[in-house]
C-alpha cells in the first residue's frame, strides 16, 4: 500500500504529460494489485511498479557556454542553468552495505550538489527522482530528507513506469522536462537524479533559468566519506545457522520461480540463499 501511495501520483504527472508513452493514471490499488494484466515481477514489486525500458523515445539537450549562447542568438528566456552536481558510488554489491536500506553516496552527492548550488532541499521547488523500482524514490527521499507527507510532487516527467525511460536515457526526459518547467518559473530551482547498476552509481544536477556562481564539487572528498562507511565481507558458500537480512521472490509469467534471500552470518559476514 505505501508502493502504490508512492508512485501513483507519478502516474497522474505521466497522464498529464503529452511525451508519455503510458498516458494513464492509476490508482494505488490499480498498481499493486496483482492481476493478469499486473503480474508480480519480483516481490513486492508488481508490473506497475518496475521501469519500461520497451519504449521507442528520445530527447535532445543543448549544452553551451553562455558566451556562446551570446553569439547563437539564443534568447534569455529560453536559458537554463547547471548550478550544482555531483556523481558518488556506492558498493557495488548491495549485500555489502552495512545498512541495505540506504544510500550514502544519494546522500553525499545529493547534499553536494545542493551545496554547489547554495541551496537547501527547502528550496527546491521542482523534482525528478529516478525512479527504476520504488526502493529508488523511497532512498532519494531518505537521502535527501524529503517526508512522506511532501506536498511537492517527486517527478516532473512522469518517472519510469509510466512515463517511460530507455534505461538511463530517461535522464535527458526529465532534464528536457525540468528545462520546460523552469523556463515558465525562472526564479525558482529543480533537481533531477539519475540511478544506475545495482543501486551503484548516482548523480544528481540542480537548475534554474537564473544564472549564478557555480562551484564545481569536491568529488574525490564525497566519495571518500562514502568508501569511509562500514561495509560487510560476502562469503561465497556457507553451512549453518543464518539470519535472513533481505529478500525477495523472482516470478516469471508463469508464477513464482525462486526465493532469493540475503543472509547476515554470526561472524557478522554475509552470504545468499536461494
Not at 138 to 158: I, K, N, P, Y
Not at 169 to 180: D, F, K, M, N, Q
Request: glycine share 10%; with cysteine.
Amino acid at each position: 500500500q505505501q508502493l502504490g501511495e508512492l508512485l501513483a501520483p507519478m502516474s497522474r504527472v505521466a497522464a498529464a504529460n503529452p511525451n508519455a508513452w503510458f498516458r494513464r493514471e492509476h490508482t494505488p490499488e490499480e498498481i499493486t494489485g496483482v492481476t493478469p494484466d499486473n503480474r508480480m515481477v519480483s516481490y513486492p514489486y508488481t508490473k506497475n511498479m518496475v521501469a519500461m525500458m520497451d519504449v521507442d523515445m528520445a530527447a535532445a539537450l543543448i549544452v553551451a557556454s553562455h558566451e556562446k549562447a551570446d553569439a547563437l542568438g539564443v534568447p534569455g528566456d529560453r536559458r537554463v542553468y547547471l548550478r550544482g552536481w555531483c556523481y558518488a558510488k556506492d558498493p557495488v554489491y548491495v549485500s555489502e552495505r552495512e545498512e541495505m536500506w540506504r544510500s550514502v553516496a544519494m546522500e553525499e552527492a545529493g547534499r553536494e550538489a545542493m551545496a554547489c548550488a547554495g541551496i537547501g532541499i527547502d528550496d527546491i521547488a521542482y523534482l525528478d527522482l529516478y525512479s527504476c523500482f520504488g526502493s529508488s524514490v523511497e532512498f532519494a527521499q531518505d537521502a535527501l530528507g524529503l517526508s512522506s507527507d511532501d506536498s511537492r510532487d517527486l517527478t516532473v516527467t512522469g518517472g519510469l513506469p509510466y512515463h517511460g525511460g530507455p534505461g538511463n536515457g530517461y535522464l535527458t526526459h526529465s532534464i528536457a522536462t525540468l528545462v520546460e518547467r523552469l523556463r515558465c518559473d525562472p526564479a525558482a530551482y529543480g533537481m533531477v537524479s539519475g540511478v544506475g547498476m545495482h543501486m551503484t552509481n548516482h548523480v544528481y544536477g540542480v537548475y534554474s533559468a537564473t544564472p549564478g556562481d557555480v562551484a564545481p564539487p569536491n568529488a574525490a572528498a564525497v566519495q571518500a566519506r562514502v568508501d569511509a562507511t562500514p561495509r560487510r565481507s560476502i562469503r561465497d558458500t556457507a553451512t549453518g545457522p543464518a539470519q535472513v537480512a533481505a529478500y525477495s521472490v523472482l516470478h516469471s509469467r508463469r508464477g513464482p520461480e525462486s526465493g532469493l534471500a540475503v543472509c547476515d552470518l554470526p561472524d557478522g559476514s554475509r552470504t545468499y540463499a536461494r
